[in-house]
């Protein structure tokens, strides 16, 4: 079978999220099964220093707009780990400062930027190698299914093409003047309540789960969230109604990246048999945040996150005057919305000596936060799977989490009876009962030997690619035997 992933970003090229570590991995692992896999990128300034020779793999692609062309070049990133990588190459509309906006907020033109993205791709298919399936990741990629079913329906090279979109968060969603329609040259009668219209925008997400074959979100518990009024950030009946081609296929991790008995980017090497190593991760954490003084009793508390209303800042600042009463250090790394920003740095201002932060976007403190943290708070208001509590579990740092989407299918309640589970959750989300959580939490840090039960109940897991691979192969034929 042959699989075309088309995605706005992918590990090692361009990164801000989650995403991205999917994309730099699940291709590989479907490759690795013996299938063929083509992954699409937008050239963005942020890949161009990856090939400082471009190889052109086609010259000029035209995509079409209302009143002129753009013409494209696509190109060639080449084949690593059995993946072929190709690029759009638009400098007008990806060689930018930002991947999809700035601080002063999103690119106006995103509608553009991604409309030609899909577009491109299609065209680009043509000449390179139709697929099987295109699998799709969030709004931005989510026009090419609609393009697909709507003005290439009669391409006989693309008519028996399988979609799949996996949506990694629903609560961005590409919205757009209802003009659009036009700019991209689709057909008005799209734009209705059962199609791609909502709330009278041009909704890029909307139209991918309605045009796609099938939908797959990046957790089980997510999977039937985004059906509710709540977490659908209004597209849940659009969910509902596609209930029967939507699948929860839980992320997984690449442990060739993420395990502290391999990890090049920590202090010392540590398993789950000998954990010794980990003391010197510890301290090798708090001198990067400046708190080399603190004491061993202390418990050492992690965050690692985009600074988004999403991922449960406001109820961190909100325990923290409390939370200074317990024997704790916060580290904090992150960067996004400057209200998060300044917020914490004048967090740390008021507290000193509980509250130390980054506000940067630094890979190798990531790993060492995750190595040399003893908790790691991820109280996210939704989290449609979360990568960066998997991450914790394998480095032995225990996760206090919110009962919500992946976060709630990857970590198990602690239970002292049985000593199972893996960190602690909170169900309401709300201050006082993320508090109980930590404080639950550091009842435990302790008592050293249950605690180091508890982390190896964590470090034990296994959220390898191995089966999500499978769960999406079997997904991509089921979805190819539909359109043959
Ligand atoms: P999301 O995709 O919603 O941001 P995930 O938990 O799925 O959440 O993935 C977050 C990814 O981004 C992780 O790989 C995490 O390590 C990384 N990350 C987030 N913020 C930073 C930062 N400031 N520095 C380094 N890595 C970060
Ligand atoms: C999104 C989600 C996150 C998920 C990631 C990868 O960014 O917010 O929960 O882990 O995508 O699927």
Redesign the pocket.
Known sequence: MHVACVAPECVPFVK???????IGSLPREIASRGHKVTVYLPFYRQVQSHFPQKKIALQSITVPFQYYNRFVAVIDGGKRDGVQFYFIDSPELFDREGVYGTQAGEYLDNWERFGLFCRAVLEASKQLGVPDIFHL??WQTAMLPVFLRSIYYFDPMLRNVGTVL?I??A??QGWFPPQTTERLLLPWDIFTMDRLEHYNTFNFLKGGAVYSDALTT??HK?AEEIQTAEFGNGLDGVFRKRAADLHGIL?GVDYSKWDPVTDGKIAAHYSAKDLDGKAACRLDLLHAFGAGHIKEETAVLGIVS?MAT?KGFDLTAQIIERLTFEDIFLVVLGTGESYYENLFRSLHERFPEKVSVRITYDETLAHKVHAGSDIYLMP?R???????QIYSLKYGSVPVVHAT??LDDTVEEWNPESRTGTGFKFRTYYADEYLNAVQRALAVFQDKDTWHTLIRNGMGLDYSWAKPSEEYIKLYKEVAQRRS
């Open positions: 801000t999220g989650g995403l991205a570590d999917v990741h969030d996996t990694h968060n609560g961005y990046v957790s997510y992320n985009r999403q996210s939704y989290e449609p799977c979360g990568l960066n989407g992946g």
